[in-house]
C-alpha cells in the first residue's frame, strides 16, 4: 500500500507562485516514478509533470513547460510542482501519482485557484 497526501494549494492572483508537495507513505518511495495530475471542474484528469525515480529525468505537458518544475527528495519521501507564472486557466485540482505494479495511486488532491 501506498499513500499520498498533496498539500500546498490555495487561491493565488495571475502571474503568481505556489510550490504543491506530496508526502507518501508505506512503500520504497525512491523506487518509483511520480507524477502531478489536475483536473478542472467538468473536464478529465491531464497529465502536467512526471520524474523519474532518481529524480534525473522529467517530463512536462506543453501547457506547463517552462513556468512548472517537478523535483523530489527522497531523503524525505516528498515530490514538489513549483508552479510559477500562473494562469486563470491552471485552476484545478492537484493530484500526486505513482504506479506500482498494475495500481494506480492517487492522493486525495489539492485545489488551486488563479484569479485573473
Known amino acids: 500500500q501506498v499513500q499520498l497526501v498533496e498539500s500546498g494549494g490555495g487561491l493565488v492572483q495571475a502571474g503568481g507562485s505556489l510550490r504543491l508537495s506530496c508526502e507518501a507513505s508505506?512503500?520504497?518511495?525512491?523506487?518509483?516514478?511520480m507524477g502531478w495530475f489536475r483536473q478542472a471542474p467538468g473536464k478529465e484528469r491531464k497529465f502536467v509533470a512526471g520524474?523519474?525515480?532518481?529524480?534525473?529525468?522529467?517530463y512536462y505537458a506543453d501547457s506547463v513547460k517552462g513556468r512548472f518544475t517537478i523535483s523530489r527528495d527522497n531523503a524525505k519521501n516528498t515530490v514538489y510542482l513549483q508552479m510559477d507564472s500562473l494562469r486563470p486557466e491552471d485552476t484545478a485540482v492537484y493530484y500526486c501519482?505513482?504506479?506500482?505494479?498494475?495500481?494506480?495511486?492517487w492522493g486525495q488532491g489539492t485545489q488551486v485557484t488563479v484569479s485573473s
Open positions: 501519482n505513482t504506479i506500482i505494479g498494475n495500481t494506480n495511486y
Open positions: 508505506g512503500r520504497a518511495f525512491s523506487s518509483y516514478a
Open positions: 520524474i523519474s525515480w532518481s529524480g534525473g529525468s522529467t
